[in-house]
């Protein structure tokens, strides 16, 4: 089975940062997707960034210019570093990755972390 288990979660105050790590672990053929999703208290999950195995980036509007995706596909980790934190991004930050699994026949998978609280207060 493919697990994530995320780190990194924390206290911080606002304009500080954080550095969130998520590592993907099983028997897997190869990542699609990996990403970066938050659900703060009485809000839906949204999408915080996404990477593509060829390094294709997409940010919500909310924190380009203070979050950066990067990955690395030897280690099926991601990580996202949150520069510039306010309150607002108070919430549980989930990992999600999606790929393929060594199996035959093919077989794909679509898997979250158990997701790391990020507080942001002073």
């Known amino acids: 089975q493919v697990q994530l288990v995320e780190s990194g979660g924390g206290l911080v105050h606002p304009g500080g940062s954080l550095r969130l790590s998520c590592a993907a672990s099983?028997?897997?053929?190869?990542?699609?997707?990996m990403g970066w999703y938050r659900q703060a208290p009485g809000k839906e999950r949204e999408l915080v960034a996404d990477?593509?195995?060829?390094?294709?980036?997409n940010y919500a509007d909310s924190v380009k210019g203070r979050f950066t995706i990067s990955r690395d596909n030897a280690e099926n980790t991601v990580y996202l570093q949150m520069n510039s934190l306010k309150p607002e991004d108070t919430a549980v930050y989930y990992c999600r990755a999606d790929g393929r699994v060594y199996d035959f026949p093919i077989r794909y998978f679509e898997n979250w972390g158990q997701g790391t609280l990020v507080t942001i207060s002073s």
């Open positions: 099983g028997p897997i053929h190869s990542i699609n997707h």
């Open positions: 990477i593509t195995s060829g390094d294709n980036c």
